[in-house]
Each structure stands twice: as structure tokens, then as C-alpha cells.
């Protein structure tokens, strides 16, 4: 093609973009990039007012203690704020938050339709920015259901801003059973509870005339095993919280205990034992039939699955005290993964693949620790007189275990960083924690 | 993408006309995602419906369970082999929310745009200097130069401007790493490169919204980039920059560097 064509083609403006490029000859141009290789690490200043409408105070009360918990937020103190009465239909005055200090607002309106269901309008901005972060392809996102589910959806909209400010997917629209401890030392009764990841809801499962140990959920489900106790012997149940279902496992020769669900739900992994040796089994829970996995004169237990479903971690003192082996999910050889001083207990994969929590007891002291699958990495997270049993939120981030101290048995929480650790929000007294996964 | 000097007369044309569509398309681009100082509208919204499915009543949904029929009294060891290979089912933790699609007009602004890359002219505040430019590669023939300040990358094509532009980098680096709010701990934000472009008024206020250029897929990425633009806008206005060099310093590209960072 000649040129003068092209140039006929290219039509006038792109000739004028060249006339003006050939006339502004050997000027000086400068393009600046900067690297910037550091920042603030700290909690990200979020401001969520109340939500207007019905309950929406309540509702933003329940989500600004579900992002101060997790520790990746600093809510920002509502006396500060300087605006006030916001809604989904107006812009925030973002100067206004950008003036307190909030990086991010969540704004949000609580309604009930015509069908007196209770409906929650909520949008995302970054405040300094003065725009909207969507929250679906929309912009903003909208939760209905009945409106004495509101928890629920405070806890649907912290997941999602959660989710949208870190990256990582949310854990609070969760539940927690765990084993509720009441009664005097002497006569404790141990009953299996449930309630929301903060604490809220909390009820009994079952009416504390066995002792209960060890419940478990599904990671698919909401499902849980556990081990029941009674002076007849030991059993697995399955029990479907949605429906108050629960069956038996079977009757097993010797005490069964430490059941697991494997990651897709279809079988349970547990330990046998009979006569001082304990060995690992599954069970594939369509056929009911089951495996042995291990066949060694050492105490093999707590087994857990990969969240693949092809592996299993479990601890075994056949080296001489408990320490953390994995193997194959159909058996076979094991390999040992944790080499440190101390006694390795109740190894739990992290549903993201990523670590194995594991309790560590050493020194006269119980950790909380997680490391890589392979060994490596190993990080104490907590430690204390007495603690023990982790269980993993859906999201990989945080485990939640209990502390025993002369006040009794107490669940905590701890992210994997170790830095944010608490009590878990329930003030009485409980044990063996099970994270759910999110609800649907 | 300059002219090569070598090329003779006769075969620059073809070289003129291909840049002249290059330019052009660059200048749509731009026109068409520069991101201009509009007011924001607000956009709709998606409606999720959660499932109800209340808990039973839970305190008497359960009465002490009776052990049930047993499949297996005495579990005989079974020979590993007999487990079928398990297949394997990545369960990710699945995010609850299912919004029944209700898309509504989207706002005007809230996207951020891939703009196209200008190379502004010293001497010329006009737009078309954005497209006027080329891209040009850091290094290249300035051995002698006076270095940029540390962390800051200056090119420049010609003049004495490096002190002005090393000292403007400096400035505008040491904000935003005061107002780059990051955790190393989320595993996205650790790893994650964000570039991101913005133009300045002359009194230093941010003229537009800054615009993420290497935006990746998914959660991490779409949080790394928000988290960058924050930076960015919680750092401006920049009023201690030399107003008679403004035209070496109106537009940036700041790389949040995320492995930098979490060193």
C-alpha cells in the first residue's frame, strides 16, 4: 500500500496526530515509574455506619465485630463519624471519611418487602478514591430471607467484604459445635452444642446422658461425626444438624474414636483400638464397608484428611512419641513429617491445602502450631498451660481450639499469622471445637 | 516505537503511516478509557436470596441415639489395595452467596481501565501528548547521568530535568509507601506486582481516577489493585512538587510491589 493511500485511509484526524508529532521535534519527554517496595502493615481503617432501616443497626453491629475479630480491619469508632443518616441511593460524602481516616465504608439498608421478607441493599466504597468497589457485576448486592435470619445476612455481607478487601474468601457465615461443659468438676456434664462462629445461637444437640468427644463437620455439608461414650462401649455417629438425623456407624470391636470425614464427605476415617494398639480405618459410608490403613504395634490415631482427598495425616508413636505422618489415603507407607522436640497430636489439613494444624505439647506446655505438608515451615501460633484440638474456619485463616485453666475449658481462636489470637466469642464453658463449612 | 534514523526517505512513509494508525489507536484508547473527572453514578445491585433451611428443632431433635444396626462386628483387616484410588475432588471452601443474576446498569466510573500508555511531552498540556510519545525503556545510553532517588525510575529523553524528576519520585514513593495499607499474610497481596497510573493537576491534586494497568484475575488480584489505588488516592494531593517542572511530573506509574514489601 503506498502511502499517500494510507494516509487517505487514515482520514484527518490521525494525519493530524502526525503533523502535530512531526512538528513538536526533539522535545524532552519524561515518563516517571516508581517502585514502591514498602508499606504499612496494619489492619485496613473500614467504617461501616448503620445500615438504615429495620435491624440495620444490629446488622452493622454484627458485621463490625465479625472484621474486627478476623484482625485484617480496624472498624473505625462511630462517634468519629462526621456524616451521618447514609443510604444506597445517595454517594457518601467521601471526604468526610476520608477525613477520619477510613480507607474503606460499607453502606447498607435494610428493607422488608411486601412478603415481609427482610431485604439488605449493601455497596462498598474505597473512600479516599471516591468510588464504588463492586460488589457483584452490579455494583452493589442485595440479601433477602426471613427477617429473623438478619444474623445471617450480616454475616453474607462481612464474607463479602471481607472477600472484596482481602482476597481471600470470607468464614463468617459459619457455625461451631463443640462440646458444652457444665456441672462441677466431679460431675461434669459434656453436652454437643452448636452455635454462630460469633457466638450467637447457641443450642444443645444432644442431652448430655453420654459423654460426647471429638465432633467433626463435613467440609460439604452440614454434617458432623462424633464419638459417643458410654459405659457400653464407644461409637461413631453421623449426625445431619439441618434435620436432626443421626445414625451409628456400627458396632465396632474395641473402642473406636477420632473420626474424620474425608474432604468429599463419602467416607469417615477413625481409629480402633484393641488391646493397647490403635490402628487407622475407613470407612466408605455409601457401602459401609471398611479398610484398614495401618497395621503397626504403634498407637496410630487422629487421622485427617487432604483436601484433595488422597492423602492422610495422622500422629503415631512408632518412633518412639507422637509425631505426624502422612500416607496415602487407601494406606500403605508413611512418611514422617515433623522432626522438633515435643509430642505431636491431633494433626487437622487446612481445607486450603496449604498447612497442617497440629497440637504440640513440649516442655511441660501445649502450642497450637500449623506446618507445611511437607514438614517444613513449622509455626507455634499459641501456647499455654493446657491447649489442644484445632480446628480449621473454611477459609484457612483461622483455627479455633481449647484452653483449659482452673476457670475450665475455654475455645480460642488464632489466625495463622499468630498474631490475632482471642477467646472465641462464647462465655461458658466448651471444648473440642468443629468449624462448619459456610453455609449455603 | 520511534523512528528508526537509518531509514532512508523513501521507506520512512510506510513506517510514518503505521505509526500515524498506531498513534491513532492509542489516541482512541485513551480517549475512550482516560478516565475522566466525572461525577460518579450509582450503580445496580445484585440480589442474592439465602436459603432458608432453619435448623431443626434442635434441643429436641435429638434424644440419646441408640446404636443402630452394625455392619461389622469385628474389623478384620482388609488389604489396603481394596480401596478404590481416591479421585480427587479440590473442595475449596465454596462462596455461599449465589446471586440470582440481576445486573443493572453499571457506574460510570467504578471501572478501572486499562489506559493506554502516554509518554507526555515537556512541553505541551495537552492530550495529544499522550499519544504524541512512545514508551520508552529505563536505561539506554544516560551513563553519566544523575541517578533518580532510590526506588524511582526516571526516563527521560532529553534536557536537564533528571534532579527535578528524581526529586518528584521521591516525593510522590515516600507517600505512597506511607499510605500503602498492606498483609503480607494474604497470600494475594504478598505476591502480587500492581501497576498503577495516574495523571496530577499542577497543584499536585490527582487529576481522574488512578488506573490499575496489569489488572489479573480473581479475588487476590482484584483486592491487590483496590488496596493500590487507595494508596494512591490517600497519598495525593502532592502540592510540594515544583510547579515550574510540572510537565516531568504529571503522570506516573507507581509498581506496588508486593514481594518487595513482604520481604
Redesign the interface.
Known amino acids: 500500500?503506498?502511502?499517500p493511500n494510507?494516509?487517505r485511509r487514515?482520514g484527518l484526524?490521525?494525519?493530524l496526530?502526525?503533523a502535530?508529532?512531526a512538528a513538536?521535534p526533539?522535545?524532552?519527554?519524561?515518563?516517571?515509574?516508581?517502585?514502591?517496595?514498602?508499606?504499612?502493615?496494619?489492619?485496613?481503617?473500614i467504617a461501616v455506619p448503620d445500615f438504615a432501616g429495620t435491624q440495620g443497626s444490629a446488622i452493622s453491629q454484627v458485621i463490625t465485630a465479625n472484621l474486627q475479630r478476623s484482625g485484617?480491619f480496624r472498624p473505625i469508632d462511630p462517634a468519629a463519624f462526621i456524616e451521618r443518616n447514609l443510604n444506597?441511593?445517595?454517594?457518601p460524602q467521601f471526604e468526610q471519611w476520608?477525613q477520619i481516616g477510613a480507607?474503606?465504608l460499607v453502606v447498607g439498608q435494610a428493607t422488608v418487602d411486601g412478603d415481609g421478607r427482610l431485604r439488605v441493599?449493601v455497596?462498598l466504597y474505597?473512600t479516599?478514591?471516591?468510588?464504588?468497589?463492586?460488589?457483584?457485576?452490579?455494583?452493589?448486592?442485595?440479601?433477602?430471607?426471613?427477617p429473623d435470619?438478619w444474623r445471617?445476612?450480616a454475616h453474607?455481607v462481612s464474607?463479602?467484604v471481607y472477600?472484596?478487601?482481602?482476597?481471600?474468601?470470607g468464614?463468617f457465615?459459619t457455625r461451631i459445635v463443640f462440646v458444652a461443659e457444665s456441672g462441677s468438676r466431679a460431675k461434669r456434664v459434656k453436652r454437643?452444642a452448636?452455635m454462630d462462629q460469633d457466638g450467637a445461637n447457641p443450642?444443645?444437640?444432644?442431652?448430655g446422658?453420654?459423654i460426647v468427644m471429638t465432633p467433626r463437620f463435613s467440609?460439604?455439608s452440614?454434617e458432623i461425626t462424633y464419638m459417643?461414650l458410654r459405659e457400653?462401649g464407644s461409637?461413631i455417629?453421623l449426625?445431619n444438624?439441618?434435620?436432626?438425623r443421626?445414625?451409628?456407624?456400627?458396632?465396632?470391636?474395641g473402642m473406636v474414636f477420632a473420626p474424620r470425614f474425608?474432604?468429599?464427605g463419602g467416607r469417615v476415617a477413625y481409629s480402633?483400638e484393641r488391646g493397647g494398639n490403635s490402628d487407622v480405618?475407613?470407612m466408605?459410608l455409601r457401602s459401609?464397608?471398611?479398610?484398614?490403613?495401618t497395621?503397626d504395634p504403634a498407637i496410630d490415631t487422629s487421622p485427617s484428611f487432604s483436601?484433595?482427598?488422597?492423602q492422610i495425616v495422622f500422629n503415631s508413636d512408632r518412633g518412639g512419641q507422637p509425631q505426624l505422618y502422612v500416607m496415602s489415603?487407601?494406606?500403605?507407607a508413611a512418611r514422617r513429617i515433623s522432626y522438633g522436640s515435643g509430642r505431636y497430636t491431633t494433626p487437622v489439613w487446612s481445607?486450603?491445602?496449604d498447612y497442617i494444624a497440629f497440637t504440640k505439647q513440649s516442655g511441660g506446655l501445649f502450642s497450637i502450631g500449623i506446618m507445611r505438608p511437607d514438614g517444613s515451615g513449622e509455626r507455634i501460633l499459641s501456647t499455654s498451660g493446657l491447649e489442644e484440638g484445632p480446628t480449621w474456619a473454611?477459609?484457612g485463616?483461622v483455627l479455633m481450639f481449647f484452653r483449659e485453666s482452673s476457670g475450665g475449658a475455654k475455645l480460642w481462636m488464632v489466625?495463622?499469622?499468630g498474631r490475632v489470637s482471642q477467646a472465641a466469642p462464647y462465655p461458658g464453658s466448651g471444648s473440642d471445637p468443629a468449624w462448619s463449612?459456610?453455609?449455603? | 516505537m520511534s523512528f528508526a534514523p537509518a531509514q532512508s526517505r523513501s521507506n520512512l512513509?510506510?513506517a510514518?503511516?503505521a505509526?500515524?494508525?498506531l498513534?491513532?489507536a492509542v489516541?482512541l484508547a485513551g480517549l475512550l478509557v482516560w478516565p475522566a473527572t466525572k461525577p460518579?453514578t450509582?450503580?445496580?445491585?445484585?440480589?442474592?436470596?439465602?436459603?432458608?433451611?432453619p435448623?431443626?428443632?434442635?434441643?429436641d431433635?435429638?434424644?440419646?441415639?441408640e446404636?443402630?444396626?452394625?455392619?461389622?462386628?469385628?474389623?478384620s483387616?482388609?488389604t489396603?489395595?481394596?480401596?478404590a484410588?481416591?479421585?480427587?475432588?479440590?473442595?475449596?471452601?465454596?462462596?455461599?452467596?449465589?446471586?440470582t443474576a440481576?445486573?443493572?446498569?453499571?457506574?460510570a466510573?467504578?471501572?478501572p481501565a486499562t489506559p493506554a500508555k502516554?509518554?507526555?511531552?515537556?512541553?505541551?498540556d495537552s492530550f495529544?501528548?499522550r499519544?504524541?510519545?512512545s514508551?520508552?525503556k529505563?536505561s539506554g545510553g544516560r551513563q553519566g547521568r544523575p541517578r533518580p532517588a532510590q526506588?524511582?525510575?526516571?526516563?527521560?529523553?532529553?534536557?536537564s530535568?533528571d534532579a527535578a524528576?528524581a526529586d518528584?519520585?521521591a516525593v510522590?514513593?515516600e507517600r505512597?509507601?506511607?499510605?500503602?495499607?498492606?498483609?503480607?499474610?494474604?497470600?494475594?497481596?504478598s505476591g502480587v506486582t500492581v501497576k498503577v497510573r495516574f495523571r496530577l493537576n499542577r497543584d499536585g491534586t490527582l487529576s481522574g481516577?488512578?488506573a490499575v494497568t496489569n489488572l489479573g484475575s480473581?479475588?487476590?488480584?482484584?483486592?491487590?489493585a483496590?488496596?493500590a489505588?487507595?494508596?494512591?488516592?490517600?497519598a495525593a494531593p502532592f502540592p510540594e512538587l515544583p510547579k515550574e517542572s510540572y510537565?516531568?511530573?504529571k503522570?506516573?506509574?507507581?509498581?506496588?510491589?508486593g514481594s518487595?514489601?513482604c520481604r
Not at chain 1, 88 to 91: I, S
Not at chain 1, 203 to 207: A, R, V
Not at chain 2, 251 to 257: G, H, L, M
Open positions: 500500500m503506498s502511502a494510507l494516509f487514515l484526524a490521525f494525519g496526530v502526525l502535530l508529532f513538536a526533539g522535545v524532552a519527554w519524561a515518563q516517571l515509574e516508581v517502585n514502591v517496595n514498602e508499606g504499612v502493615q496494619e489492619p485496613l481503617p485484617l444506597v441511593a445517595t454517594l476520608k480507607q474503606a441493599d455497596r474505597d479516599p478514591g471516591g468510588r464504588e468497589i463492586f460488589l457483584s457485576q452490579g455494583g452493589g448486592i442485595q440479601f433477602t430471607a426471613t435470619s445471617r445476612i453474607k464474607d463479602i472477600e472484596k478487601l482481602t482476597g481471600e474468601p468464614y457465615d454437643l452448636i443450642s444443645y444437640l444432644t442431652d446422658s453420654y467440609s460439604t452440614q459417643a457400653s461409637s455417629y449426625f444438624i439441618d434435620t436432626g443421626q445414625e451409628t456407624l456400627g458396632r465396632f470391636t474425608s474432604p468429599d480402633v480405618y475407613v466408605d459401609r464397608a471398611q479398610f484398614r490403613l497395621s483436601p484433595d482427598g488422597s489415603a487407601s494406606g500403605g481445607p486450603r491445602g473454611p477459609n485463616r489466625d495463622i499469622t463449612p459456610l453455609l449455603k | 512513509w510506510p510514518a503511516g505509526a500515524a494508525l498513534h491513532g489516541l460518579m450509582i450503580g445496580g445491585v445484585t440480589s442474592v436470596t439465602l436459603v432458608d433451611a435448623p431443626a428443632e434442635l434441643r431433635a435429638i434424644a440419646a441415639p446404636p443402630a444396626e452394625a455392619q461389622s462386628e469385628d474389623p483387616p482388609e489396603p489395595a481394596e480401596i484410588p481416591p479421585t480427587p475432588t479440590p473442595s475449596p471452601p465454596a462462596p455461599a452467596p449465589t446471586p440481576k445486573p443493572q446498569p453499571k457506574p466510573s467504578a471501572k502516554p509518554a507526555p511531552r515537556e512541553d505541551s495529544l501528548d499519544i504524541a510519545g514508551t520508552p529505563p526506588n524511582a525510575v526516571a526516563t527521560t529523553g532529553r534536557g530535568a524528576l518528584a519520585s510522590v514513593g505512597l509507601r506511607k499510605a500503602w495499607t498492606i498483609d503480607c499474610s494474604l497470600e494475594g497481596m481516577a488512578p480473581g479475588a487476590a488480584a482484584q483486592a491487590a483496590d488496596r489505588m487507595i494508596a494512591v488516592s490517600r510537565n516531568l511530573w503522570d506516573f506509574t507507581a509498581n506496588f510491589v518487595q514489601a
